[in-house]
Each structure stands twice: as C-alpha cells, then as structure tokens.
C-alpha cells in the first residue's frame, strides 16, 4: 500500500458542519513518505482456476466416493478432510433469488475431487463447513464460483492440448488464497463446523447477511427457512448432484425433536437441525444430501446455518439435516471477515512509527509475541493512524491525519490517497470500530473538540452517509478505541478511559440512533499506562484484543474473551519491551 503524507492537497467539496469530504475522485497530491506495497499475492488467473474446477469434478465422478457418515466417538479424524455429509426433492431456483450462493470445488492431497456449497457474506469472503476446509490446501487446489445457478458443463469440445472445453454459465472463478476454520472443530463430532474461505479478488454479487446472535426468534420451532445447494437428488446414486441450483423448505426443528432423532451427537446450541423428517424415500423426502455440506440455510432474509451432517443414508426415516448454528458462531465468522491485515494471516498487525527518525515499522502477530517484518519508510508528520478495510476488498487501509488536520484513506497502492475529512486537527478521537449500524458494512466514530461523538455509517466503498450524534460528553476520556467485537455477539465495541484510568465498555447495538448500550467498568489503566492500542483480533480466536503500553516501555497484550458479563480479558500476556522507543500506534 503506497501511503503518501500529501504537502499540499487538492481541492474537495465539504459537507456543510462536519468537515467530511466527499469520497470521489479526488486524492491527495503526491509527495512525502510512503508505504511499501500490499503483501497479497497476485490473483490466480482465470485459465488456472477453471482448470482446477474441471480437474475436481472430473476426479470426484472417478471416485464414486461412500455416502457420509454421521458422527461417531469410535472414529478416526480424517485428516484428509472428506466432505461428504449431507437437495433431494425441493424445487430448482435462479441465482437471482440467491446471487449470494457460492460453488466450491478441491482436491486433496490424494488427489479426490470434492465439492462443497458455500454462502458469499463480503466481497472476498465464502462462508462454509469446516470439514469443506480443513486439511485442503486450498490455495493449491480450491475454486469458488459464484454469480450462476448452473454446474460447469463438458461442452463436448477439445481445446489446442486437448482438454474438455467446459461451460462456466457466466459465473465469476476465484481462487482462495487464505482460509480458516473453527480451531475447535472435530471430524469425530462434526462439532464447530464453520470455516471462512479468502477469495484472492472480490465478486460482485449481493452477500447474505449473518445473523446476529441475538437474533433468537430465528431458532423458534416451525419458523420457515430454506436450503440450498446443487448436492446429491438421490440417497443412493453418488453422481446425481442437481445441475441447477436447488431449494428445499427446512423450517426450523426444537433441540428436543433433533436430540430424539441423534441422541448425544446432537450438540444443543452448536447445532440446529431443520425440514421435515425424512420418510425413508426420496419421492417423498426434502432434505440436504451430500454436495450440499457448507451451504447456507436461510431464515428472515439472514444466515442461520451451515449444511454439516446428517444420516449417512440421507432419506433415512425420521432423521433430520443438521447445521452449524450460526448465531453461536457469528463473532469468529465477523472476526475472519473484517480479518484483513499486513501479512495475510488471520492475526491482527500493529503499525508503531520509531519517534527517533520517524520510520514507520509493520508488526506481525504471532499470536503470543511481535515480529517486526516490514519497514515502510519515513511517516513524519503525522498526528493519528487507524487501520480498516473500508472498501472490503481484503486489502488493509489506513486512515491517517496530516499535520494540517486533513485526514486522509489510503487503500490502493497504484493510488494516491484520497481526502476523507478537512481541518479534523483537533478532533479529540478518530476511530473505525466496525460496523456499528447492523449493516455489516465498517463505520467511523469521531470525537470532536466540544465532546460531541459522531457516527459516520460505511457505504462499504470508502464513502460514509451523514454523520449522525451520538452522545454529548466524551470529552472526559483520554482515549476511546475500538476495533472489533469484544462481547462475542458479532456487533463491534468500544473502549474509552476516563479519570484515573478508569476504562468502559461501550457494547454496541447495531442500532445508528443509539449505537451503544449504558457503559461499564471493565479495567483501569491509569497512569502507569500512557498507550491504548486496538488493531482487533490479534490471537486468532475470534474476539477483538487490546494493547496496553505501561510508563517502563513494555507492551502487553490483553487478550479478549469475548463474554458479555463481567470481566472481558483474559490473563495479559507480555509483547516486550523498548516500546518507549514508539511515539505513534495503529
């Protein structure tokens, strides 16, 4: 990402009394420090991803591979990962009424072709079932399509080395260049089976929206919701995967119906089973089969569950489809999704700059310690850094204030920054918590001079809405940060230290007009600390994460444990010392 401190700016048009720009196309003129290019690789290209498609399919109708098998204590983990778990019957539908429906295809390392649905939730990220993900190599392997409710066909047609010519029906190939999956997950219990793919360059689709988890009324028994997927249409023949995009009625199950059908394999609260009781025919059964694992199930215009498993005989009598239980793992699933950063890992980076010359230093996360990787040159001048990905397109952004006061987004390394705010010079707090509006889309917080604060909704493009006020009297604190989810419920909060150090938590609401609940106490950080840095989630475990510089020079991590009551860190954990030596974080 190339980081230009502008000497001078051009000129941009100011929203009437708040000093926001318009985000067009005017950018900062060149001039000044910078920083080194994004970390990225390279997309893959449109001829290597569709080859692995076809390799896939072609090596999944050779393996005729057995029917899933639902969970098991006597089992062996397949290391290999081989997803297999559970439309029959349903109904075909358009990619118009699903455009956020996602086809994967991958092999591992026996060379087994695979397939597995999955659900767009941002431009760049695949929502799916761990057992789609783990043990793949998927950036060596995978593909995703999104944008058609067809399967790729066999043309019939040789290409110049003799290959099948294979119609892609106008759907957008990706590759997946990063991937994750629930560190819990089991392939014993099928337990925690969620995992986020990475797309290596964003599609243009519409995303599903995640529920939030308090969104219960969801759950309640006989609410309606549907399936869909391109898997198996028989029980019992391997290669009937459906051509076209499929739905199936999978209204909502009580725990009570599923623990009755699977007994102690039925995991309350991680799982939630849906759809009519299969009769034991599939004439007369609608129900997921195998094809369909990672797809979404659908309640309220909102992802509810992911296809995981069922009965190896998928029409088997009485015996429901179950999924992973969305609402219990929205906070990780948000945490992947807003998880862009310098190193492309799944661990929050710290940017700090070296008060002696001014250079600006990336720090690597490796869960428990900092690695000082890059160096992005000299960064004099500036008065505040915040790092978001503003545009969700995976790559990180920074915001950052020039010595005029003007604030600027950085997010494009062939591009000069754009000018987002003018004349913000004493602004007490300028802040990208993540979406505090519901919308899943990254919205900023301000503090201006008179203690107003302000919330700046995100368009997710780098513009904002109006600013809307949000509370009168933050002049009391020193500092207010935030950049995640530090409750566990998928929604972003705040921190803000007041007198004597005494720290708040803002939990966030999702709602513009009241976008936080009444603060509470969490910790004092007084005056033997003199930095409060948040970056988000630093260890990798889904909830956001803070730094915390004391007066000696050393850095401590205080690790979210993403509970809603009570205390919210876990048991510090020291990142080193000499940070004294650092006059700016971000």
């Avoid at 057995?66 to 290999?80: H, I, N, V, Y």
């Avoid at 019992?236 to 009755?260: F, M």
């Avoid at 890992?345 to 250079?359: K, M, P």
């Avoid at 368009?459 to 009391?476: N, R, V």
Wanted: hydrophobic letters at 35%; a neutral charge; one cysteine or more.
């Amino acid at each position: 990402m190339r980081v230009v401190v502008p000497a001078a700016v051009a000129a941009v048009a100011a929203l009437v009394g708040t000093g926001l720009a318009m985000s067009g196309s005017q950018a900062a003129e060149a001039g000044g420090p910078q920083i080194s290019a994004r970390q990225q690789a390279d997309p893959l290209s449109q001829s290597e991803l569709r080859s692995r498609a076809i390799s896939a399919i072609n090596a999944g109708k050779a393996s005729k591979r057995s029917l899933a098998k639902e969970p098991s204590a006597s089992s062996s983990p397949d290391t290999r990962s081989a997803p297999s778990a559970r439309i029959i019957g349903g109904k075909e539908t358009t990619i118009s009424a699903a455009p956020w429906m996602a086809q994967l295809y991958f092999q591992d390392d026996a060379g087994t072709g695979y397939f597995c649905g999955g659900v767009v939730v941002a431009p760049t990220k695949v929502a799916t079932a761990a057992h789609c993900v783990k043990g793949i190599k998927w950036y060596a392997t995978g593909s995703v399509i999104t944008g058609t409710d067809q399967l790729p066909t066999d043309t019939g047609q040789k290409d110049a080395n003799g290959d099948a010519i294979f119609d892609f029906h106008g759907g957008q190939v990706r590759g997946a260049y990063r991937q994750w999956n629930h560190p819990q997950y089991s392939a014993v219990t099928v337990d925690n089976d969620v995992a986020v793919l990475t797309l290596d360059a964003p599609v243009s689709v519409t995303p599903l929206p995640i529920m939030q988890n308090t969104d219960t009324a969801l759950y309640t028994p006989g609410t309606d919701a549907k399936v869909y997927g391109w898997g198996r249409t028989s029980s019992t023949e391997p290669n009937s995967s459906s051509q076209t995009l499929k739905v199936a009625d999978a209204d909502i199950n009580s725990n009570a119906a599923c623990q009755t059908a699977y007994g102690s394999d039925y995991v309350v609260g991680h799982m939630v089973c849906a759809g009519a009781a299969p009769t034991g025919d599939d004439s007369t059964t609608e129900t997921t089969c195998n094809g369909d694992s990672g797809g979404p199930l659908v309640a309220g215009g909102k992802l509810v569950g992911l296809v995981s498993w069922g009965d190896a005989n998928c029409s088997a009598p009485g015996k429901y489809g179950v999924y992973a239980k969305v609402s219990t793992y929205s906070a990780p699933i948000r945490a992947r999704v807003n998880d862009s950063n310098w190193s492309n890992d799944h661990a929050a980076d710290l940017l700090a700059r070296r008060a002696s010359d001014s250079t600006l230093f990336g720090w690597t996360s490796k869960i428990t310690s900092l690695t000082r990787q890059f160096n992005h040159g000299a960064f004099g001048g500036v008065t505040l850094m915040v790092q978001a990905d503003l545009n969700r397109d995976d790559y990180q952004d920074l915001i950052f204030r020039a010595p005029n006061g003007d604030v600027y987004w950085a997010y494009d390394p062939k591009l000069d920054p754009k000018l987002i705010a003018k004349a913000w010079g004493t602004h007490k707090q300028i802040l990208v918590p993540g979406d505090l509006t519901g919308d899943d889309l990254p919205d900023m917080m301000t503090v201006n001079s008179a203690g107003n604060a302000y919330l700046y909704p995100g368009k997710g493009t780098g513009a904002f809405a109006a600013p809307i006020l949000i509370g009168s009297g933050w002049g009391q604190y020193s500092m207010v940060r935030g950049h995640g989810d530090f409750t566990g419920d998928g929604r972003a909060d705040i921190l803000a230290r007041g007198a004597g150090g005494s720290t708040y938590l803002y939990t966030g609401t999702g709602k513009a007009g009241s976008a936080f609940a009444a603060r509470r106490l969490v910790a004092t950080f007084g005056t033997s600390f003199n930095a409060l840095v948040t970056t988000g989630d630093v260890n990798s475990d889904g909830n956001a994460d803070l730094f915390a510089r004391d007066t000696t020079g050393k850095l401590w991590l205080y690790p979210g444990n993403g509970k809603s009551t009570g205390g919210i860190f876990a048991t510090r954990v020291a990142f080193g010392t000499g940070w004294q030596a650092y006059n700016l974080f971000g």
